[in-house]
């Protein structure tokens, strides 16, 4: 770790996005690159129409979601900061490496703005961790009772082993002092979110419409693809995908996503090809339907070269 500490931050950088772009390219060499430019082809105004809308559903609650713990953390945020600064923080998220530069920039503006800069960050950290576990506890809790009879049968055998992954890293993570003090760490951020019941229960709302939105969109790029598998099944899958489009070692959202969508769906049998096709296509898909975010970015952008922002600056320099 503390090698690793040491490697500037541009070149870790690198690495990631290479990668991520290797990780996309070996997909491709194995599978073939057929099934990408088929996913590609599928587009057109009516999904991109569809995938706008369902985005705009789930940005409406991650603002709603991050609202509530922004109060918590005793930095309230009115429903258009929240709603503009979630939509960039997305795009953001898109056109650069890692998955994670819009959250910061979402995290440093906020904290600007109430001058705690440290606060903020909790509070943005926060968030995304909550819609994490409550993606992650959905998608286990859909696909462990789906049972071994299912025809995804095949998932559920692999997602029980990845429980048992998870538990086995959570038990040797514990088992060492650093451990237990980054265990302590995680508690008591999440803390402030565990005492009220209300909140906590709006937070687990926003992030199911959150999932349920995202994986909307990943079953208008199947219908689209014309992958034989019914709605329902298409949105199991996609359950898995998202899980593994959350793994912050993308460029743009492109890596491990397109690797387990060809995985999954292999195992699904519904063949590693259409998993690489709708992969693709979902990619396209929400990378158009956050463009919104560019507008907050540039708004963002000329609000500072007023004299009220430069004057804001120099204030807070």
Known sequence: MAGVSRIPLRARSGMRIA???????????????????????????????????????????????????????????????????????????????????????????????????????????????????????????????????????????????LIALLVAIVVAVAASSPGRALLRREYRMLRPLLVRPVELTAIVVASIVVLAAHTGTFVVAGLAVGVSAAPHELAIVALVVLAAAAIPLNAGGWGPREAVAASAFALAGLGAGAGLAVSASFGVLTALAVAPGALAVLAGRFRSLTPKGIIGKRRTA
């Open 19 to 161: 990668a991520a772009l290797g990780v996309v390219a070996g997909t491709i060499a194995v599978v073939g690159a057929e099934p990408f430019a088929a996913g590609l082809a599928a587009i057109s105004p009516t999904t991109i129409l569809a995938a706008a809308v369902l985005t705009a559903v789930a940005t409406t609650a991650a603002a709603w979601r991050w609202r509530i713990v922004s109060a918590r953390f005793g930095l309230p945020l009115t429903w258009g900061e929240a709603f503009a600064a979630y939509y960039r923080s997305q795009f953001l998220n898109t056109v650069l490496p890692g998955g994670v530069a819009g959250d910061i920039h979402r995290a440093y503006d906020h904290g600007r703005r109430h001058d705690d800069a440290g606060r903020a960050a909790r509070a943005v950290v926060a968030e995304r961790v909550a819609g994490q576990l409550v993606q992650l506890v959905v998608t286990l809790a859909v696909l462990l009772s789906l049972g071994l009879t299912s025809p995804l049968a095949p998932l559920v055998t692999a997602t029980a082993a």
